[in-house]
């Protein structure tokens, strides 16, 4: 899973969902919030579709999913922010699995209007202001804003995909099972279906949401260079 995905998970857990769009779109917002508190700008904050960019190796287009561009930069920067402690290849599939989503926003009808996206500066801006002027200073206020708007796409896409799309069979949770059993979960191999059901909602979720993305990748033009 993403270092997004993870994050989410574990913010996520423990909360009820209501079924109501704002209410929905309130906890989008109080999640990222949190999310950008946590990590401030290294992993979310990706500048993306750059225009006229000069030629040096920082920025080079390691990827490209449907016309959103991941640059050497991109890559760089996160691996810098985390002192190494991820590899840069984990870095690149993640940058595009977050862009297989982004780039099914139209599918989902999925839209972030500009009053939605100021509400969610406002509140970004009250609850963690050095981290909001950290990301203007650092990337500039239009690319800052921009990857603040593309991270409520990704939550709205995930959001619609988890609650109107994705069922959880038997099936999904033995392969969750045995998925967390290999990454060395050994209490969740004592348990049966049902017990996983109640104590593992959310990491289901996601499990699924992570098949999902792999699916959706089949209908992306997805290209990936050489990373340096």
């Not at 989410?8 to 423990?14: A, F, P, Q, T, V």
């Not at 991109?74 to 977050?98: A, M, N, P, T, Y």
């Not at 206020?141 to 593309?150: A, D, H, I, N």
Request: proline letters at 1%; glycine letters at 4%.
């Amino acid at each position: 899973m993403s270092i997004t995905h993870l994050v989410l998970l574990y913010l996520e857990r423990g909360s009820e969902h209501n079924g109501i769009m704002k209410n929905r779109l309130k906890k989008v917002i109080m999640i990222l919030i949190v999310i950008f508190g946590l990590i401030v700008i290294p992993y979310l904050v990706i500048i993306s579709n750059h225009k006229d960019v000069g030629v040096n190796s920082s920025n080079l287009i390691v990827a490209k999913v449907n016309d959103y561009c991941i640059y050497q930069y991109d890559i760089d920067s996160i691996f810098s922010q985390f002192e190494g402690s991820i590899s840069k290849d984990k870095i690149l599939i993640d940058l595009v699995d977050e862009y297989v989503v982004i780039s099914q926003a139209d599918n989902y009808q999925v839209n972030v209007t500009d009053d939605e996206l100021d509400d969610f500066i406002l509140q970004f801006q009250q609850a963690q202001k050095a981290a909001y002027q950290i990301g203007i200073e650092v990337y500039g206020e239009k690319e800052y804003k921009k990857s603040l708007k593309e991270q409520m796409i990704f939550e709205k896409v995930k959001d619609k995909v988890q609650n109107n799309e994705l069922v959880i069979s038997d099936n999904d949770v033995t392969d969750f099972k045995q998925f967390m059993v290999d990454l060395g979960d050994q209490v969740i191999a004592n348990m049966d279906v049902p017990e996983i059901r109640d104590n593992y909602q959310s990491e289901l979720q996601d499990f699924l949401f992570e098949q999902w993305i792999i699916q959706r990748k089949k209908d992306v033009d997805i290209v990936i260079n050489d990373i340096k």
